[in-house]
Each structure stands twice: as structure tokens, then as C-alpha cells.
């Protein structure tokens, strides 16, 4: 028990020296710690071990209409910062506007020393967008996303002075948003219910996405509006919270992944909820101007919000005796990155074992391989091999993702000679440097087959050309999507909500997001 307790203090202790290690904004604070503390004892702090299980806790600041949102996101930064946690707020263009017209700069000030990140620029509204990416292929997708969304990121780092460092929309089931949003500098994606296999993190169309998998909402304290709460509902809810997280930290421990991302949408902490009034319907109406909308937020009586929020930070506090609170960009800092990659040819044999067995992303210890980054490989490797005469000594992996138009419905699998297939890669390997990802389909000896059939000739000439071996013919067969493509997240064919348009049921998307399971492989931990 007192060992118990010792433990949760150096926990704490060890959450706090983070947070303030990271923080540039807080010299003063720091010297103070550090004269707190002596010289061994400082010592002692930076070498103990952290706390095992991490936190995540990250505030969709959203609601841009409401200068209650205002106080309520302030009151969070301050009570983190008091605490000594570092909380991540990601920001709407119009929420940063709205900070501005109002003046706020208290506000700006208290998000200070937190992590700021981008939640769209009019929360995916005005224009719709999953409808236009929906609608529009990859490149003109992606293009779009990049004319609309951009000048809110813009809006956000202005106000800032620095540039937010993750990216949340409820619209990263499509990939475009995903791809044009790391091409744009936002590396990182705060939400995504992605498959992980136990892992961490995982990337997914070259971005870094932590787990979702052990994921709480913190934010309903209430389940009857105005009306008075029963007799210990606040005991009770209290007790939810803790337990959540306990059996949270129970399954984790010992796992590859000790993540567990807790959330809140502040407008489910000050106001009436679930709505008396109906809530606009932005996807629907494409209307950006949110003060057009009939107003629909009913605001709680002080004294009833105040009992929530002492309630979130009893909670909160609960959680960082127990786990190291944790940014976004601190977290990632834990896994190996994925640039700057040259492969050995030994490594490239490991790749090739793995895709003998299966279309799978390769993990090793220090190494994970997707498989259109093997693709990608191969192609390069045998195009060398063809042109110079021997295979190079290393290749250099190049971040490419999965096919971005369909693959054909009925590919045509068979045998092609090994001439024509190192003939054909000259212009497939210039055409994934063009376009960052491998074909949908490629045509040879008058057949038309899919990339993993493709891949699979590509891996049996290697493996020869390693053992001086120069075969005749080559069977291009085999799957054409990955393993991973098989969980649920891969396989659903269309999302639907009701606050979208009547129709709308995004089977495009569904399937470009399919595709990339190409693109998906675990984060390896540094
Ligand atoms: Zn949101």
C-alpha cells in the first residue's frame, strides 16, 4: 500500500517534470521547480522510469458561437496547467476567428502551454467535406481539401505564432483528408479508429496515427438538462470515470500499446444536453455563417456546471496519479520515424519472406515495411537490376501509399515472362515517384492485372535474382489487397450519420479507404 502510494507520487512527480520539460513557454515555472528540488533529486527525477500507461487528453475546441466555450476552454487550460498536465485543443479556422473578433487573448494566453492542433477550418462544413471528396477523384479530392482547409490552418497558426501540430475531423474515414493534410505539414492525426494490432500507433497514408483503441469520452456529467440530478449521480459518474480508465490501465499493461486517449466536446460540459433544440444542420445546409443559424445551445445554471467541472477535474486528477499526461508530438517522439529509410538488401529478403506467406505490412523490431512500400522497393530494386546489370546494394524506401482510383473487378492473374516484366518497370517505377502511390492495375503481355498480383511477380524475380537465378516466366497471382483489409474498419462500404445530406452514403470513399489498407503498417517503438 505505502509502496502503492510512493509509486503514484513519483508518478505524478514524473508527469508534472514532463510537462514542464516540454514546455518552452514556462521558464520561470521551471527554475522554480528547479530550485525545489536539489541536484540529486533532479537527477534522480530524469532518469526514473515513467509511469507505464500515457494519456492523451485532447478537447475539440469547436464551438465558435458561444463565449461560454470561450470560458469553458480557458478554465481547462488554466486547471491543467496548474496541475502541471499538458492538455491537446484542436482548433477550428472559425473558432480561431472567433478568438480574435471577441478579443480573447486570455484565452490564447491559458492554451499557451498546451498542444494546439487543427480540427478543420468550418468543421468540415461549408463545403461539405466528405461530399466533394466523395465526388472527385484523388487528385482533384486532395486539391480541394487543400484550397479549403488551408486557410483555416493558416487562421489557427497566425493566432498562435506556431504551427498546430495534429489534425482531427470526423472525415478522416477518407483518406484524401488524411494524405493532403501530411503533404500540407500535419503529420500527425488526432482520431481514427483505425485498426492497430496492438500496436501504439500505426501509419496510414504516411501519416502517424496513435491508437484509438482504448478510447473515453470525459464529458457527460449529466444525463437530465436542467432538471435537478438524482441523489449521487455525481458519486456515480465519478466512479465510471475511474473505473473506465482501471480497466483501461488493467488490459494495457504489459502490451506494446499503453495508450489511452481520454476526449471531451466542451459543449456536453455548460450545456443542455442531450438538445432541447435541434442542432443546425451545417453538412446539410453548406452554410459556414454559424451566427445564421437558430441558436441551440441552452446553457446549464452556473452552479450545476461548476459541479461538473470540479467533478472532470477530480477525475482528471485521478488519472495523473496514475499516467503520464502526454502530447501528441511528446508521444510521437517515442516511435521511430518514417523518413530518411535506406534498406539493406538483407532487410529487403525479410520483407520478401513475409510476402510469401501473405500481403501484410512487415514488422521487425526496428523496422516496419507497408506493402505499397514494398512495392515500391522492388520496383526500384529490379528496374536497377535491369538497367545496371546487378542489384544495387541498398535501396532507398520511398513513403509511398496505396492505389488511389480502383482496382478492376476481374484482374487477369497469369504467367508473363521475366523480360517483359523488367521491361515494364522503367516507366511504373517513374510513375510512383510522380504519383506517390502504386497503380491500381498494370498492363503486360496484354493482360491487365492488379498490384498485389504485380507484387507477387516482383517478389519471385528478386528472390531469384538474389540466389543468380534468371527465370523464364513468373506467375502474376495472388490477392490484391492486404490482409488488413480485412477488419471491419477496411471493410465497411458506406458511412452514413443523420446530420449528413438524405442520400449520402460515401461508398467512394469507403473504398478509397480500402485501398489503403496498402498503406497501413505499425509504428515501431524507439
Ligand atoms: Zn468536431
Not at 483505425?194 to 444525463?223: D, L, Q
Not at 510469401?356 to 529490379?382: C, I, N, Q
Request: proline content about 6%; glycine content about 6%.
Amino acid at each position: 500500500m505505502l509502496c502503492q502510494q510512493a509509486n503514484r507520487m513519483e508518478n505524478t512527480m514524473t508527469t508534472r517534470r514532463q510537462f514542464l520539460t516540454t514546455s518552452a513557454a514556462l521558464p520561470l515555472l521551471y527554475n522554480f521547480q528547479s530550485t525545489l528540488l536539489g541536484a540529486d533529486e533532479a537527477t534522480r527525477l530524469t532518469s526514473e522510469r515513467q509511469p507505464s500507461t500515457q494519456v492523451i487528453l485532447s478537447f475539440a475546441t469547436e464551438v465558435a458561437d458561444e463565449p461560454k466555450d470561450f470560458d469553458h476552454i480557458k478554465a481547462l487550460a488554466e486547471f491543467l496547467t496548474e496541475e502541471g498536465l499538458i492538455g491537446n485543443f484542436h482548433l477550428t479556422g472559425d473558432y480561431a476567428r472567433a478568438l480574435k473578433h471577441h478579443g480573447r487573448l486570455d484565452v490564447v494566453e491559458a492554451l499557451e502551454t498546451h498542444e494546439i492542433g487543427f480540427h478543420c477550418n468550418h468543421h468540415g462544413a461549408a463545403p461539405f467535406m466528405a461530399g466533394y471528396l466523395e465526388k472527385m477523384n484523388w487528385r482533384d479530392g486532395t486539391t480541394e481539401w487543400t484550397r479549403n482547409e488551408l486557410p483555416g490552418l493558416r487562421v489557427v497558426e497566425e493566432l498562435f505564432g506556431r504551427r498546430p501540430v495534429y489534425y482531427t475531423t470526423e472525415f478522416n474515414k477518407a483518406p484524401q483528408s488524411i494524405f493532403a493534410s501530411c503533404q500540407a505539414g500535419l503529420p500527425t492525426i488526432g482520431y481514427l479508429p483505425i485498426p492497430t494490432r496492438g500496436h501504439g500507433a500505426v501509419w496510414y497514408c504516411n501519416s502517424f496515427v496513435p491508437s484509438c483503441e482504448s478510447a473515453m469520452g470525459v464529458e457527460r456529467f449529466f444525463s437530465a438538462g436542467l432538471k435537478p440530478e438524482p441523489e449521487g449521480q455525481y458519486r456515480d459518474r465519478e466512479n465510471y470515470y475511474r473505473i473506465k480508465f482501471d480497466r483501461f490501465a488493467e488490459k494495457l499493461k504489459g502490451q506494446k500499446s499503453t495508450l489511452i486517449r481520454a476526449f471531451q466536446h466542451s459543449y456536453k460540459t455548460y450545456a443542455v444536453f442531450p438538445f432541447e433544440h435541434p442542432k443546425p444542420n451545417i453538412y446539410r445546409e453548406d452554410n459556414l455563417y454559424y451566427e445564421e443559424h437558430p441558436h441551440y445551445l441552452d446553457l446549464l445554471p452556473e452552479a450545476k456546471y461548476q459541479k461538473g467541472f470540479d467533478l472532470f477535474k477530480r477525475v482528471i486528477k485521478y488519472y495523473a496519479e496514475r499516467a503520464a499526461f502526454t502530447s501528441f508530438s511528446k508521444y510521437r517522439e517515442g516511435f521511430r520515424e518514417n523518413q530518411g529509410q535506406w534498406q539493406s538488401l538483407q532487410e529487403l529478403d525479410e520483407v520478401c519472406a513475409l510476402l510469401s506467406d501473405r500481403l501484410d505490412a512487415y514488422v521487425s523490431a526496428t523496422l516496419s515495411v507497408s506493402p505499397a512500400e514494398a512495392f515500391g522497393m522492388l520496383s526500384r530494386v529490379l528496374r536497377v537490376y535491369h538497367e545496371d546489370g546487378a542489384l544495387p546494394d541498398k535501396v532507398f524506401m520511398r513513403n509511398v501509399i496505396g492505389p488511389t482510383s480502383p482496382i478492376p473487378d476481374k484482374p487477369e492473374q497469369g504467367d508473363v515472362s521475366s523480360a517483359e516484366l523488367l521491361k515494364s518497370l522503367r516507366l511504373i517505377d517513374r510513375a510512383i515517384d510522380n504519383e506517390q502511390s502504386i497503380p491500381p492495375s498494370i498492363e503486360i503481355a496484354g493482360k491487365t492485372v492488379g498490384p498485389g498480383q504485380f507484387l507477387n511477380g516482383l517478389r519471385s524475380l528478386y528472390v531469384a535474382a538474389r540466389k543468380k537465378q534468371s527465370p523464364q516466366s513468373l506467375t502474376l497471382s495472388g490477392p490484391n489487397l492486404p490482409v488488413i483489409a480485412n477488419e471491419p474498419f477496411f471493410m465497411e462500404e458506406t458511412l452514413t450519420k443523420d446530420r449528413y445530406p438524405e442520400g449520402f452514403e460515401a461508398r467512394s470513399i469507403c473504398q478509397m479507404c480500402r485501398l489503403q489498407s496498402w498503406s497501413w503498417k505499425p509504428a515501431v517503438n524507439l
